[in-house]
């Protein structure tokens, strides 16, 4: 029937008694079903992980310049690392960058939740936030 038609048998289920087959085009069905999971694959959110480095001198106009962009990057789904950098003898002054990182919870407390809270590694402090669920 299945050459008749000019298409192709395919088995479905090879388990069941008795074996189910059906006539189609295969290539088609191969094409649809390639389609269907690139479709699927579009729609998947793809979080990304931004970095905002800072140091613990950064001035006003600076922080607030890095938070926009922080703002910016949460309001597009994305996580942010924010690291504060230490040089020479400021990294004897943890508490700068840790005030530094709390005055960047407190601007985006609304639009976000801290993931990672900060941690100091070597000269680095580093904290994650991630965007609030809608």
Do not use: W
Not at 81 to 99: A, C, D, L, N, S
């Amino acid at each position: 029937m299945a050459e008749a038609r000019g298409l192709d048998l395919v088995e479905v289920s090879p388990n069941a008694t008795p074996p189910v087959c059906r006539i189609m085009d295969y290539g088609k069905y191969k094409y649809q079903a390639s389609k269907r999971t690139a479709e699927a694959k579009k729609k998947t959110a793809r979080v990304e992980l931004k970095e905002v480095k800072m140091r613990p001198k950064t001035e006003e106009h600076d922080f607030n310049f890095k938070l926009k962009n922080v703002q910016r990057f949460l309001e597009d789904g994305n996580k942010v690392k924010i690291t504060i950098m230490f040089r020479g003898r400021e990294v004897t002054h943890p508490e700068y960058g840790r005030h530094l990182l709390e005055k960047v919870v407190a601007e985006i407390k609304d639009i976000a939740l801290i993931e990672m809270s900060p941690r100091m590694a070597g000269r680095f402090m580093t904290m994650v936030v991630a965007p609030l669920k809608k």
